[in-house]
């Protein structure tokens, strides 16, 4: 089945740094990849999707300047939290539409936590 | 608007009980599908039903059922004889042509605590 990798599974950064992750659809292309975001005991929230090659729709009041995402290829998308705070700390998801239906694979979600 | 509301935030059963969520949708569209996930501790959603919405009929896979009721945008999931296992929290979720490129409208869900 289709596979999408993670990464990293936990960071731990220092307030004001700039932290990277990264999601790759493993064994498809994945023309549309969408980022979400889960405080503790809450919902995941759509932060943005990303289509391969433009760039990417982010929903009402997501900081774009502050959470860059790039999606360069069918095969990678990657969320930068950039000049991290405390407040960001969270867990951040991707998903990646899978071709030809209506299914979406998860990765596997990187904890966030800014010191 | 909350698209999907999971109006149950906690349930507590005991172990080999049956278990409902209840999952009620809104949408406009005519086409659109629902989800549920379970979410263990470790984070990582695990995928357990997809529905479209010209497809009514109700699923069974082993413990699991679903009842899917588009005459009350309902979408509810039956965990029979439940296990410490089924332990987790449950999200139920909409895509819709009208939202972000049929992004996942989750709900807030409800997390599950099975007892022995």
């Known amino acids: 089945g289709a596979v999408v990798s993670q990464h990293p599974s936990r960071v731990i950064c220092k307030s004001g740094t700039s932290v990277k992750i990264e999601c790759r659809s493993l064994?498809?292309?994945?023309?549309?990849m969408f980022w979400y975001r889960q405080f503790p005991k809450q919902s995941l929230m759509l932060m943005a999707t990303?289509?391969?090659?433009?760039?990417?729709?982010?929903e009402q009041g997501v900081e774009k300047d502050k959470f860059l995402i790039n999606h360069a290829s069918l095969t990678l998308s990657t969320l930068t939290v950039t000049s991290a705070h405390p407040e960001d700390s969270s867990f951040y998801i991707c998903?990646?539409?899978?071709?030809?239906?209506?299914?979406?694979?998860f990765g596997s979600g990187t904890r966030l936590t800014v010191v | 608007a909350q698209k999907v509301t999971q109006a149950q935030t906690e349930i507590s059963v005991v172990e080999k009980e049956d278990v409902t969520l209840d999952c009620v949708y809104e949408?406009?569209?005519?086409?659109?599908?629902l989800f549920w996930y379970k979410q263990p501790p470790s984070g990582e959603l695990v995928f357990l039903i997809r529905?479209?919405?010209?497809?009514?009929q109700n699923e069974i896979s082993g413990r699991y059922s679903w009842n899917f009721q588009k005459s009350t945008s309902s979408f509810n999931f039956t965990i029979t004889a439940s296990q410490v296992v089924d332990s987790a929290v449950y999200f139920c979720?909409?895509?819709?042509?009208?939202?972000?490129?049929?992004?996942?409208?989750f709900g807030k869900g409800t997390s599950l605590l099975v007892t022995p």
């Open positions: 998903s990646a539409r899978e071709p030809g239906g209506y299914g979406y694979t």
């Open positions: 064994d498809f292309q994945a023309t549309t």
């Open positions: 990303s289509n391969e090659g433009s760039k990417a729709t982010y």
């Open positions: 949408t406009r569209d005519t086409t659109y599908y």
């Open positions: 529905r479209n919405s010209f497809d009514e």
């Open positions: 979720a909409l895509s819709e042509a009208g939202n972000s490129g049929y992004a996942l409208n």
